[in-house]
């Protein structure tokens, strides 16, 4: 969306954006987006640009350097389209081995990789992009985010505008904005981002921040939907556990169904095939008005992870929230086996590398 699409559409759609996510319909969106289910596995949402996007995406940070590629070539022959990195989590190389291993047609796939903020400036953004493509082994993204809303935000975005203007990535994006900076961009840059990365789960509903995304043509997508393990009580929530049996599903599929049935795009992470297949059958029922009004209930109103207007959160990103170069174990991050998702995959000390 150009800047002059931007202005044209700055009405308030609230109300009828409150109305459809409250009775489950899936079309709901007022910038011209809209959720199909032509693919037997999968549904899409379509982009302000006219890109379709997986709804559901397989996502790749704190997997073990040694495992990456496995698992993502694993999950590309599972079903799995939309794979989901960063310059950040370290593992572009693996990644972009393992959607060759998968042999899948690169063009049935999206990729998505981040801009890391240290980056940010023109010529540095540019030379990143580079980079990362060159990791990858891949010659375009379908989308590239801005991976945090600090630095040099507004000439990394120049440059962003710039590869996507020249057909290098398909859409562009921002990840951990809040409103308020979505706002700002669409009235200061030529081109809206297409997709805002926000964490988003049960325990931190961020409907009215999708709102104003939805307003101003900007797709919000889900990281940590599962709290990145932070909170295993999640999945033992009775609420989940009553609605997950209702349907003869899992906890995790009925997360994974209550934001996507209502048009969050939604990335999740496993090491395990039967889990790959776990989360990517979550299309095949439909969560009732009664049950959505329940889940919403479990809504803590706060972050479950760093706070990105919080002084001390804003300055930790500066200073310790890096991925470290090829440290020794199971990844190159910081790892602490005593710490398990859901799924007994080990996992980082909270807070040690930066979503």
Known sequence: MDRRDFLKKTVTVAGGIAASRLLGETNV?????????????MDYATLSNGIRMPILGYGTLRIPVERCAECVSEAIRKGWR?????KNYANETEVGKGIRQSGIDRKELFVTSK?????????SAKRAFDATLDRLGLDYLDLYLL???FGDVYEAWKALEELYEEGRVRAIGVSNFHPDRIVDMGFINKVMPAVNQIEFSPYFQRWEDKRVNDQYGVQVESWGPFVSGNRPELFSEPVLQDISK??????AQVILRYLTQQGVVTVC????????IENIGVFDFKLSVGDMAQIAKLDKGRTMSKDH??????????????ALPNSVGRGRYPQDD???????????VRFRTAR
């Not at 801009?115 to 010529?123: A, I, N, S, V």
């Not at 207007?309 to 890096?322: C, L, M, N, Q, Y």
């Open 147 to 149: 991976h945090q809303p």
């Open 246 to 251: 209702k349907y003869g599903k899992t906890p």
């Open 269 to 276: 992470k496993t090491e395990r095939p039967e889990r790959m």
């Open 82 to 86: 939309l794979i989901d990195t960063a």
């Open 115 to 123: 801009l890391w903020f240290k980056d940010y400036g023109y010529e």
């Open 29 to 41: 969106f007022a910038a011209g987006r809209s959720i199909s289910n032509t693919d037997p596995i």
């Open 338 to 348: 005593a710490h398990r998702t859901h799924e007994g995959e080990p996992r980082s």
């Open 309 to 322: 207007r919080a002084p001390e959160d804003v300055k930790w990103f500066h200073t310790s929230g890096i």
